[in-house]
T-cell receptor, first 111, second 115 residues
Framework: SQQGEEDPQALSIQEGENATMNCSYK?????LQWYRQNSGRGLVHLIL?????REKHSGRLRVTLDTSKKSSSLLITASRAADTASYFC???????????FGTGTRLQVFP | NAGVMQNPRHLVRRRGQEARLRCSPM?????VYWYRQLPEEGLKFMVY????????ESGMPKERFSAEFPKEGPSILRIQQVVRGDSAAYFC?????????????FGPGTRLLVL
């Protein structure tokens, strides 16, 4: 299976703390994307990092990419209760157009 | 600019019936993707279509499932003779021409329940 793995599977933190999620993948990629899914809803695109980039920031989000280890991390700083959701990484495999999703991290932020 | 629209949002079918799921991409988007999400799992790619063409159907089960994206109208994912294992959330995504490897914009999904 090409599906990536995410770690941890579930994470519970207090508001104001930082949340770090990790993603590993298996194949050569063009880019890696992070999505958020609130319970029972569709996916919202958060950030895209290309294979030649190592780090990217967007607001309270920081994404890193290590292509030698085939891994990425998503850091959410100063978390809020509204950040409670499942977070998925997705890779675009080289020479294809389909997204391969990881298994997801379920983040719970307590007020 | 309306987002990706899917209907119905919820669909209940009995075993053996047919399920038709519709997806209208964002305005100006000519690429449509279908994904399936089983409970507590990530999304799995099913099929990628452009207008009137199936580009990649490597994730689609060989039997009972079909997809189309006609010149006019929405994309349709059709499941014939549904079984309980087809119960899942089915998400459609779209992207503009020439950007299939960039961001895909997802619809709210259709939740299919097979009784």
């Amino acid at each position: 299976s090409q599906q990536g793995e995410e770690d941890p599977q579930a994470l519970s933190i207090q508001e104001g703390e930082n949340a770090t999620m990790n993603c590993s993948y298996k194949t050569s990629i063009n880019n890696l994307q992070w999505y958020r899914q609130n319970s029972g809803r569709g996916l919202v695109h958060l950030i895209l990092i290309r294979s030649n980039e190592r780090e990217k920031h967007s607001g309270r989000l920081r994404v890193t990419l290590d292509t030698s280890k085939k891994s990425s991390s998503l850091l959410i700083t100063a978390s809020r209760a509204a950040d409670t959701a499942s977070y998925f990484c997705a890779t675009v495999v080289h020479n294809t157009d389909k997204l391969i999703f990881g298994t997801g991290t379920r983040l719970q932020v307590f007020p | 600019n309306a987002g990706v629209m899917q209907n119905p949002r919820h669909l209940v079918r009995r075993r053996g019936q047919e399920a038709r799921l519709r997806c209208s991409p964002m305005k100006g988007h000519s690429h449509v993707y279908w994904y399936r999400q089983l409970p507590e799992e990530g999304l799995k790619f099913m099929v990628y279509l452009q207008k009137e063409n199936i580009i990649d159907e490597s994730g689609m089960p060989k039997e009972r499932f079909s997809a189309e994206f006609p010149k006019e109208g929405p994309s349709i994912l059709r499941i014939q003779q549904v079984v309980r294992g087809d119960s899942a959330a089915y998400f459609c995504a779209s992207s503009p021409p020439g950007s299939s490897q960039e961001t895909q914009y997802f619809g709210p999904g259709t939740r299919l329940l097979v009784l």
